[in-house]
């Protein structure tokens, strides 16, 4: 049964612009009534996380990258729990205007970093005797840790609304001190079953402690997940995420702030396609609860109060077929496996999916023929090493290569218009672009154009200006006529 009720994520970068945030988004101009009827989750402010397990981006080590890599009597990880008590500490200091509030938001903090601390100090110790295995205990320590940021910041974000005499509740699902490991579901359910949405305002930790650890499951997405499910679970007449940007045709800093495009209305499957490039629209997984629920996800930006944002629906697709995005992977890795012997042969396609999968590597796509097979990896080079070293001892007479490339995607929940793809190619061409694969599915969602690494922001460039921003000139052209 849907609710009256909306269930909300807050992206870091949204909840480091503590001030933007109340304005826009938390507050923005509500009173009374009209406060309520909301689910709020909310992400560890910006920074945070990477400093308790490692940068997302660059793979600097943070507490727990230290700890797993630090010698016996090493004190690097202290180091680093230092460095998160001195930056929550240091965030709580810029946003709290009352004295007690901010002491009370340092001894939260300080509460749960020394109990987490302890841990590891004790893990430590047990890892000192080389006898012992704590493999599996460090799976757990991880996922201590990635709860920390979501509670530091849910716990200061309600302590801040009651500041300002909302009744927010602080819903701390991360378990931290619970041996109870229940299915997040189940999790949920408990969290939510006596509260009244009518009168309270929950802030929910987007890390939730539960069966399978939602860190070894959905990786640094377990905010989004944790988000959908208590939309799906609680009957959500709508899930909104919260932004530092508009959800646009492509990306801005490269096509110009003029020229990119607010999508305004797309589909389930659009945003799929956009998380399989690793853009951060929704998980696949999140986004698969809503769709099956027929639940509309609302994209916003934090920072443009007035904009309603992009509506993503499950049946959507648009009244005449036309991209909506154009964005694709900087830096990927094309693995081609050729085999004269493989024509009518079963199994070579099973072995490389199997050593990739072996090797964590993320397959954005592929394409075979007789005798060969590729696969467009979100990779590095060294990792697809590897994998070419495991397969080259299974098939000594395969010749196995990889190489650099970029990916560029256009995508649409309807791109079926005709002289689409003619048009993508002339915009290559005369942009000095040598194309190295294309891939074209039946469903005519996206076109994938493979062209070398030091050519992507050209090739964003050319295929926005021609299939978006004359398109669009075109239809206006069409509609005065």
């Known amino acids: 049964m849907t609710g009256q009720h909306t269930v909300e994520k807050i992206g870091g970068t949204s909840m480091a612009a503590t001030a933007t945030l109340f304005d826009n988004v938390l507050i ?15 992400s560890a402010y910006a ?55 901010r002491a009370e938001a340092d001894q939260f903090v300080d509460e749960r970093l020394d109990a987490v601390s302890a841990c590891l100090d004790d893990l430590a110790r047990l890892r000192s005797h080389g006898r012992f295995c704590v493999k599996e205990q460090l799976v757990t320590a991880r996922e201590l840790l990635a709860g920390l940021g979501e509670a530091h910041s849910a716990h200061s974000t309600a302590l801040l609304l009651r500041d300002r005499d909302v009744n927010a509740l602080l819903v701390d699902l991360t378990a931290w001190d619970q041996d109870d490991l229940r299915t997040l579901d189940e999790r949920i359910e408990e969290a939510f079953a006596d509260i009244d949405l009518t009168t309270t305002l929950p802030i929910v ?7 399978g650890g939602m860190v070894r499951r959905f990786s640094r997405g377990y905010t989004e997940m944790t988000f959908s499910r208590i939309a799906v679970l609680t009957g959500a007449r709508e899930a909104i995420i919260h932004k530092e940007f508009h959800l646009s045709s492509a990306d801005p800093k490269l096509v110009g702030e003029d020229k990119a495009r607010k999508i305004g209305r797309t589909n389930y499957d659009v945003a799929d396609q956009l998380a399989n490039l690793g853009m ?28 309603p944002g992009t509506v993503v629906s499950g049946k959507y697709v648009s009244d005449v077929p036309r991209v909506e995005i154009v964005t694709g992977i900087r830096q990927m890795q094309a693995l081609q496996f050729f085999e004269q012997d493989m024509v009518g042969v079963k199994g070579y396609d099973a072995a490389i999916l199997d050593s990739l999968t072996r090797h964590g590597i993320w397959i954005v796509s592929k394409s075979s023929n007789a005798n060969t097979i590729t696969h467009y990896l979100s990779a590095s080079a060294d990792a697809v090493k590897k994998v070419i070293a495991d397969l080259q001892k299974q098939y000594p007479d395969a010749a196995i290569s990889a190489q650099a490339v970029a990916m560029v995607s ?5 791109i079926s218009r005709p002289g689409l793809v003619p048009d993508a190619l002339l915009a290559l061409e005369e942009a000095g672009i040598d194309m190295i694969a294309m891939q074209h599915q039946i469903r005519n969602v996206d076109v994938q154009f493979i062209v070398p690494s030091r050519d992507f922001e050209k090739a964003i460039v050319a295929l926005h200006k021609a ?15």
């Open 28 to 42: 923005a101009g509500r009173s009374g009534a009209d406060l309520y009827n909301r689910i709020v989750v909310v």
């Open 205 to 211: 930790t987007g890390y939730a402690g539960c069966q």
């Open 280 to 307: 951060e629209a929704i998980h696949p997984g999140a986004g698969r609860g809503l769709r099956q629920t027929d639940i509309p996800l609302r994209v916003r930006n934090t920072f443009d109060r007035e904009d």
């Open 47 to 101: 920074g945070i996380t990477n400093l308790l397990l490692e940068d997302k981006k660059t793979g600097e080590p943070g507490v727990y990258g230290r700890f797993v890599a630090d010698d016996e009597g090493a004190q690097g990880w202290v180091d680093a729990m230092a460095a998160v008590r001195s930056a929550m500490r240091d965030r709580n200091a810029a946003m709290f205007a009352r004295e007690e509030s």
């Open 410 to 414: 256009v995508i649409g929940s309807d």
């Open 467 to 481: 299939l978006v921003e004359d398109e669009e000139g075109a239809a206006e052209g069409r509609c005065a006529a």
